[in-house]
Nanobody
Framework: QVQLVESGGGLVQPGGSLRLSCSGS????????VGWFRQAPGKEREFVAA??????YYTDSVKGRFTISRDNAKNTVYLQMNSLKPEDTAVYYC??????????????????WGQGTQVTVSS
């Protein structure tokens, strides 16, 4: 059982930056596929970014603004969010899967989920 703990959310002005962290309890966390999803009020959950051992994926709306990375020594995956827009406002969730192949942009691919962290972009 992998436990995921997210942190780093908050209130930021448009154009600002935040860095989200997702820490995993499993000692082999570095081999897991880790994805970030978000859900805005009244909207469905959507894929944001994912990182496998070899590859990185982004949804089109965040390309060039968000960067996903991992620090294997700390069992942590980061989502650096720059040039934030009001439409980025949502609860952000990290998720982990032992597999590296499949529909990485689909929530059903993932086995474990964090509790979520609120990101609000507003002036």
């Amino acid at each position: 059982q992998v436990q995921l703990v997210e942190s780093g959310g908050g209130l930021v002005q448009p154009g600002g930056s935040l860095r989200l962290s997702c820490s995993g309890s499993e000692r082999t966390f570095r081999t897991y596929t880790v994805g970030w999803f978000r859900q805005a009020p009244g909207k469905e959950r959507e894929f944001v970014a994912a990182i496998t051992v070899r590859f990185i994926y982004y949804t089109d709306s965040v390309k060039g603004r968000f960067t996903i990375s991992r620090d294997n020594a700390k069992n942590t995956v980061y989502l650096q969010m720059n040039s934030l827009k009001p439409e980025d406002t949502a609860v952000y969730y990290c998720a982990a899967a032992a597999s590296a192949s499949g529909s990485i942009d689909n929530g059903v691919f993932y086995d474990y989920w964090g509790q979520g962290t609120q990101v609000t972009v507003s002036s």
